[in-house]
């Protein structure tokens, strides 16, 4: 057994790098850059496993490669097999962590990420959990490959919890890869789709929503908002599925407006609003552009959530995705009553805290205002960022007291 295992540890194929492109893994950082590829023993094809190698033929990582710039994704620093139980332990650390963090088993909360990618070191890999479906989403060719192993290891580890695996990776594999994935159930195939947090249900459209379904990454400072809310005119610009909306009207906010440049998103917080709230007459939605109608509207909001999609996805973008949100907080400042509590964020990976919270600042200058910082926000832990892997802090939100 040992002898067998020996052997396919020794079968990946080889990428050796070049003289001192080694020391960012030594560093447990956990890509490996095409540029830093000296040669590649063999054909590896993407999503394969492959073992990598210093230039000296000293072993320092094994992990998925793919074509692009980023050509290994690590999986691992030690030499081993890439195997059912290499999942299935990867997989029970997640699941301890979100446990252990209260959201896992939580009666009034059975929503969460499960898998983090880099930050649970599985990177290209997200699953979120919802209820009794597990939503698993791959980034990477590797994963895409190995996505039925997962799926058996996952239906392992979280036994009856999980009756319903179903894969969503159209929109988020590498186009060139031509992998014509197509979503569907790999395990079930349950209609049911309302989950909970915090005690507040929500519709989740996984079939044809953005990300898995909702916005998971935003629970906590949806809880913050609550706090805020007490007799407040609140305006959630961007609102998606609603989720700030219905966690505000918790909160006995005076009235609730809720705002998306899409039908269907305004469709869904309807429901949402609906399914928390039946008849409450506090909450609107409106289909129209945001800058639209930030420009229209007047002074009545003492509570604005600016929560947009990303501005920037490339850093050649940043610039212009920091225009984008000193313009769109600028508006929220010259309408925002005196005394109002503005909730700002940014998911922009490329765009980090201190150039966003400069972008704020540019706006708030602008306004001749006073403004003040009361929470610095961020992702939650079920979105853990790997200490050696900087790059996956993406959410960034500030909580301003406007004069």
């Known amino acids: 057994m040992i002898m067998n295992k020996l052997l396919k540890e020794m079968s990946y194929k080889k990428v050796y790098l070049k003289p001192g492109k080694e020391e960012s893994l030594k560093r447990f950082h956990p890509w490996v850059f095409s540029g830093a590829i000296a ?4 054909e590896p094809e993407e999503g394969e496993i492959v073992d990598v190698y210093t230039s000296k033929k000293e072993f320092v990582a094994c992990g998925h490669f793919q074509i692009g710039s980023i050509a290994v994704r690590v999986l691992s620093f030690k030499q081993m097999a890439i195997d059912h139980d290499f999942w299935r332990q990867k997989l029970e650390l997640a699941y301890n962590l979100r446990k252990g963090l209260g959201l896992a088993g939580n009666p ?3 929503t969460y990420r499960l898998v983090h990618g880099e930050g649970d070191n599985l990177p290209g890999l997200i699953i979120d959990v919802y209820g009794h479906t597990a939503v698993m989403q791959a980034h990477s060719v590797g994963m895409h490959v190995y996505r039925l192993e997962i799926a058996e290891a996952l239906s392992e580890v979280m036994g009856d919890v999980i009756q319903h695996i179903y894969y969503k990776s159209e929109t988020t594999l590498p186009y060139k890869a031509d992998l014509g994935p197509e979503n569907g159930f790999i395990k079930g195939g349950s209609p049911e789709n309302v989950a909970m947090e915090y005690g507040l249900k929500f519709h989740v459209d996984w079939l044809k929503g953005q990300k898995t379904g909702f916005f998971v990454d935003q629970r906590e400072n949806r809880h ?7 007799g407040r005119n609140v305006l959630n610009m961007f609102c998606y599925t609603g989720g700030f909306s219905f966690y505000a009207m918790r909160g006995g906010a005076n009235l609730v407006h809720s705002v998306d440049s899409s039908a269907k998103a305004i469709d869904l917080t309807n429901e949402n609003v609906e399914l928390n709230f039946p008849g409450d007459t506090r909450h609107q939605a409106f289909a129209e552009d945001a800058f639209k109608y930030l420009d ?7 509570l604005i959530i600016l929560d947009p999609p990303a501005f920037a996805k490339h850093r050649d973008a940043l610039r212009n995705a920091l225009r984008g949100y000193s313009k769109l907080n600028a508006k929220a400042f010259e309408k925002i009553k005196p005394g109002g509590i503005l909730f700002t964020f940014s998911c922009s990976q490329v765009v980090d805290k201190r150039d966003f919270r400069n972008a704020v600042f540019t706006a708030a200058a602008q306004s001749g205002r006073s403004v003040r910082i009361l929470h610095q926000l961020t992702q939650p832990g079920d979105h853990p960022v790997n200490i050696y892997h900087p790059e996956g802090e ?3 939100g500030l909580v301003l007291y406007v004069e």
């Open 108 to 110: 009034t909360n059975n």
């Open 39 to 42: 040669r590649i023993e063999g």
């Open 296 to 302: 229209r509207m007047g002074d009545q909001y003492d």
């Open 394 to 396: 993406y959410l960034k």
């Open 224 to 230: 913050l908002l609550e706090q805020y809310a007490k």
